[in-house]
């Protein structure tokens, strides 16, 4: 079984910056078998997909509201996934929650949020003077 654990959110002021991480633990062989995609959801919005990078060839992929401003990347070594997140905005507010499938970013560039099985318990970020 697949466990994911976000930290790095909180309230930092429009422009900053944040790292989020999303940690695995649990019986994995190994979280580069697995694709992990950010997902936000803002009050009174549906979720949105934000990055995902694949398993084994680690493609990226972007929103084009983030392209620029996130960078996602993972440590094979901590079983760990990383969004760097710069110069944001209050639109970027939000909670934002890492997901995981096997290998390729297939939900995720489908948009099929609900057939993620591996979900972490979400991080708020909130983005605010």
């Known amino acids: 079984q697949l466990q994911l654990v976000e930290s790095g959110g909180g309230l930092v002021q429009p422009g900053g910056s944040l790292r989020l991480s999303c940690a695995a633990s649990?019986?994995?062989?190994?979280?580069?078998?697995?694709?992990v995609a950010w997902i936000r959801q803002a009050p009174g919005k549906e979720r949105e997909g934000v990055s995902c990078i694949s398993g084994s060839d680690k493609t990226t992929y972007y929103a084009d509201s983030v392209k620029g401003r996130f960078t996602i990347s993972r440590d094979s070594a901590k079983n760990t996934v990383y969004l760097q997140m710069n110069t944001l905005g209050p639109e970027d507010t939000a909670v934002y929650y890492c997901?995981?499938?096997?290998?390729?970013?297939?939900?995720?560039?489908?948009?099929?949020?609900?057939?993620?099985?591996?979900w972490g318990q979400g991080t708020q970020v909130t983005v605010s003077s």
């Open positions: 649990g019986f994995i062989l190994d979280l580069d078998y697995y694709a």
């Open positions: 997901a995981a499938e096997i290998l390729t970013c297939t939900y995720y560039n489908g948009g099929y949020y609900r057939e993620y099985e591996y």
